[in-house]
């Protein structure tokens, strides 16, 4: 049986004066790992931005249901605390903030909302040493300030140690690889499979197919011009290594 | 008629202050209630003050005092409606007297001939204390004064004259903290002077909360003389008034002399809050340090006013200045007026000023983590001002003044 979690719907969006999400389609159901590949500058992050709720980000029409409920009314927060979560390509660097102070609250945030008592300082660090040891952070990380001074590696670490903490339904991954090594990138790729289980759907974004040797996706999504373009299994990221997004971009 | 002498008949100078009294009179008639063309107060416009109808209050009920409880253990002096009303506490090597028993003292570090507030508080001279740290000796715990006003429905003209002496080799925290109960809407003035000495080798650490009444106003200025290899340092966290100028003016009068002077403010609504410095290297080698952070919403007004002065000897000083702000409302206003004025050579001085919005970035990602928009302002805000709260040594102090910014 399948359950949706996500349904697009004939989506719209723009960011100023530009419509950059035309007629956007998909339904992604629990436990489905789907991947979006496209050229720069398509509208993946837009995409993604759109989800979240980011300001500046405007839906013309169309609309999305997250769990059955429509998601653009809600606010970027009450998003987050239903389950969406994005690992964002550029993480903000926030300076004066401790790492581990701002995953307290976000976590307590949730919590708050579901209903669940906030976890005390004690046990909040034990479950950040431990969820932080599989990603190789150490406390050291967590007492600097978020993102400031972190590698591109560290970053994403720290992203995937944010999804691992606040359990996400559904997260999105845009461009999750950027700025990796290999090594770096098998970490993150570990963290995020190891979320995987029946329940808990995926948005894999990408420029690239390397990343999807290690988060293998069960479908895979040409975007192109604002909506998908054509759609497949896990070999059409091959092909579209090989060929390149040429067929699908429009002559200028 | 002048609004500050109308009652004048009201007030009963006491006979040790008599010819003081004359003198600030004098002075301050001479000078008149600063305008908007007086440089010095450009930014701060006090027509408010001119309208008011001040009084001399006798001494409130003194069982009305709410029993202020600090979170650390302290030395205390108390001060209701501007009156000495208890001491508690004091330790070993501090000696508190009435100002009458040390009027010799008063006038010496403060100009009354360039200050209209000092004067001001010359010509009412009355209430006040006399502190004096002995010798080499280093005070453990905070000595607190803590000022509280009653205001009822009157305005208040609270006038508060502190000497302070630190001798050689002395070292105290000196924690300033104000505050009021009842009719929110009263229109007191506390006008303030403190005349502080640090002396050879001594260090003083002076901190300060204002949070006055919404429509009350609060000027304090503080007038120190820093000796050879002395120490001042002050931190002062504003949020209260209507208007409130806290005024520093710091002389380093040896070598080696050192001052770091420091604060934040946060505001909202109508008041305008001035940090107004002036810091003089009249001696080689001197250093200064100020780091100002306001945070400004509503229609409030921050201003701040930096000074240094470097003195044609003075060579090998140094002297950085830096004050920035964070604006939440398009209406909200900051006004600078940085100064440099250096008559020596081989000298390090450096002056700088921003300001700046909240990140919208940063908050579209703390909230895409779940955290409301209003907590990650907070958030923000709180990392907006660390840095000049980790310049506070006292962890018990620095820990208190983040709790007063957030809850009180
Ligand atoms: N904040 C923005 N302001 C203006 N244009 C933007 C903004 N964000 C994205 N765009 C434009 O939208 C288009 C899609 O960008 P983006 O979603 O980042 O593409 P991708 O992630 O697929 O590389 C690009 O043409 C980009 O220039
Ligand atoms: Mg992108």
Redesign the interface.
Known sequence: MTTPLLEIEELHARVGDKEIIKNFNLTINEGEIHAIMGPNGAGKSTLSYVL????GYEVTSGSVRFKGKDLLSL???E???EGV??I?QY??E????PTS??LK???N??RK?LNLPELDNVSFIKLLREEGKKLGIDSDMLKR?VNVGFSGGEKKRLETL?MAI?KPSFAILDEADSGLDIDALKVVADGVNSLRDEHRSMLVITHYQRLLNYIVPDFVHVFADGHIVKSGNKDLALELEEKGYAEFVKER | MNPFFKNNDDFQTPQWAKGLSQEGKAAFLGIGLPTPKTEAWKYTKLRELETDDYEFAPLADKGAMPKEEFPFACAKIDFLNGQWVKTSNLPQGLTIKPLSEAFAQINQIADIQNYPFAALNSAYLEQGVFIEVAANRQIEMPLVLSYHTIPENRNLLENIRNVIILNTGSQLDLVEYYSYTGEVKSRYLVNQVNEITVKENAQLNHYKFQNEAYKANHIALHAVDVETAGTYKSFCLQKGANIARNETKVKLKGLQAKAQVDGAYVMNGWATLDTTTDIEHLFPQTTSSQLIKGVVGGDAKGVFQGKIHIAPNAVQTEGTQLHKALLLSDTAEIDVKPELEIFADDVKCSHGAASGELD???L??????????E?AKK??I???L??VFARIENENLRAWFKDLKQNS
């Not at chain 1, 926030?94 to 903030?97: E, H, N, S």
């Not at chain 2, 579209?364 to 928009?373: A, D, K, N, V």
């Open positions: 979240t709720g980011k300001p606010s970027p927060e998003r987050a605390r979560f994005l964002m993480p903000v926030i300076p004066g903030v102070a701002f609250q976000a976590l945030a949730q909302h300030f944010q606040l | 919208e970035e940063q579209f990602y703390m909230q895409s983590r779940g955290i409301s928009r907590d958030m923000l709180d990392a907006y660390e840095d």
